[in-house]
């Protein structure tokens, strides 16, 4: 699938907008839409104005909930794809490629999967822009690797599980898709 443009590339990347707590729940029985897609400004980067915020406990808290979400959407990539590391850092740069995120974000993903998932490979500066291409190439790779449908759903397991903790409070989860 080439990517040419951002309408394909959205589309490749589009999950169910029900999922992520978007809209109101749809039956089982109906189709995913391909058109939802909760990265509406795939490549702009833009930082919606309740992102911006001037608390000072806003950085940890967004990085304490960064870190639940990228651990969670890992853990559930190794419990059904496999432990296979040299794969999921192919996925990983292939969606690199296809978010055009910096080589940065790659080794950091890379750095973050390869090491102990406890430890503190994501640097706790990190812009919400930089939160969101990296969630973007990591929810990209697992949809490669493990279908779309499971990827989403483990991507809002992981939003609400991020918003049960003391930190959503200041920072909200959803900021990151």
């Known amino acids: 699938m080439a990517f040419r443009d951002g309408q394909e590339l959205r589309r490749a990347v589009a999950y169910p907008a029900h999922l992520v707590g978007m809209e109101e729940p749809i039956e089982e029985s109906q189709p995913i839409p391909a058109e939802i897609s909760a990265f509406a400004d795939f490549g702009l980067h833009s930082i919606p104005d309740s992102a911006l915020v001037a608390h000072r406990d ?3 808290a967004a990085h304490k909930v960064f870190q639940t979400v990228m651990a969670h959407l890992a853990t559930d990539l190794f419990r059904n794809f496999g432990h296979r590391i040299a794969r999921i850092t192919l996925a990983l740069s292939e969606a690199r490629t296809q978010v055009d995120a910096g080589d ?5 993903l890379i750095d ?4 102990d998932l406890h430890e503190d490979a994501i640097p706790d500066h990190l812009a919400l822009a930089e939160m969101r291409t990296a969630l ?13 449908t499971a990827a989403a ?4 397991q992981a939003l609400r599980l991020a918003g049960s903790l003391r930190e959503s409070q200041v920072f909200v989860p959803r900021l990151l898709v």
């Open 58 to 60: 806003a950085v940890p």
């Open 104 to 108: 940065d974000v790659l080794s950091m």
């Open 112 to 115: 973050w999967l390869d090491g």
């Open 136 to 148: 973007r190439v990591f929810y990209l790779a697992s949809t490669n690797l493990v279908g779309r």
């Open 153 to 156: 759903r483990t991507l809002a």
